[in-house]
């Protein structure tokens, strides 16, 4: 069993930036870590992935050019959050999975979740 804990949400205006952070208990046996977001009333959304061995990169259409993915050390990542707009406000999740023929943007691939960290954007 893997554990998942985010932090570094919060409140920002619009146009700011943000940083978040995964911390994982164990990464030898994933093969995707990712983000995905939660607004009320609305479905889990695909941020973005990396596979971590290899470091490819996957984003969602909504954050492309606004956020970045990159792995800090083996057990953490970070998603960086630029030019933040009010529609990011969402609890923001981190992801992992130990398959590898999945489909990186679907929630229901991936077996480990984080608890969820608020980020909210005013206007």
């Known amino acids: 069993q893997v554990q998942l804990v985010e932090s570094g949400g919060g409140l920002v205006q619009a146009g700011g930036s943000l940083r978040l952070s995964c911390t994982a208990s164990?990464?030898?046996?994933?093969?995707?870590m990712g983000w995905f977001r939660q607004a009320p009333g609305k479905e889990r959304e695909f941020v973005g992935a990396m596979r971590w061995s290899l470091g490819n990169l996957y984003y969602g259409d909504s954050v492309k050019g606004r956020f970045t993915i990159s792995k800090v050390t083996e057990k953490i990542m970070y998603l960086q959050m630029n030019n933040l707009k009010p529609e990011d406000t969402a609890v923001y999740y981190c992801a992992a999975t130990p398959i590898w023929g999945i489909s990186v943007i679907s929630a229901t691939d991936y077996r480990y979740w984080g608890q969820g960290t608020q980020v909210t954007v005013s206007s």
């Open positions: 164990d990464t030898f046996s994933l093969y995707y």
